[in-house]
């Protein structure tokens, strides 16, 4: 059984930047794609970025060039480096995981995280 957690939440003022950490308990952690979703006060959650167990990556079109999502297997983490960061960046962040990365982009993990809180103000 994979367990999720997050950190690395925060305040910042836009234009800064956070690193946002998963860590994930559980031997099967590097065959597993991964996926930072957020979900926002009144919207539906929505898929920021994702990574396969290799290290191909995909992001969301509003944080193409400013987010980058990463994994350290040999610590069984997976990393989301957010820099230049707007107000609409402001919400919850979780991360999810499953053996299938199709799974896992479209909000079908198997294993999510609890979620830590991003709040960027103006």
């Known amino acids: 059984q994979v367990q999720l957690v997050e950190s690395g939440g925060g305040l910042v003022q836009a234009g800064g930047s956070l690193r946002l950490s998963c860590a994930a308990s559980?031997?099967?952690?590097?065959?597993?794609?991964m996926a930072w979703f957020r979900q926002a006060p009144g919207k539906e959650r929505e898929l920021v970025a994702a990574?396969?167990?290799?290290?191909?990556?995909d992001y969301a079109n509003s944080v193409k060039g400013r987010f980058n999502i990463s994994r350290d297997n040999a610590k069984n983490t997976v990393y989301l480096q957010m820099n230049s960061l707007k107000p609409e960046d402001t919400a919850v962040y979780i991360c999810?995981?499953?053996?299938?990365?199709?799974?896992?982009?479209?909000?079908?993990?198997?294993?999510w995280g609890q979620g830590t809180q991003v709040t960027v103000s103006s």
């Open positions: 999810a995981a499953d053996p299938s990365y199709s799974a896992v982009c479209a909000g079908r993990g198997d294993v």
């Open positions: 559980g031997r099967t952690f590097s065959r597993r794609a």
């Open positions: 990574i396969t167990w290799s290290g191909l990556t």
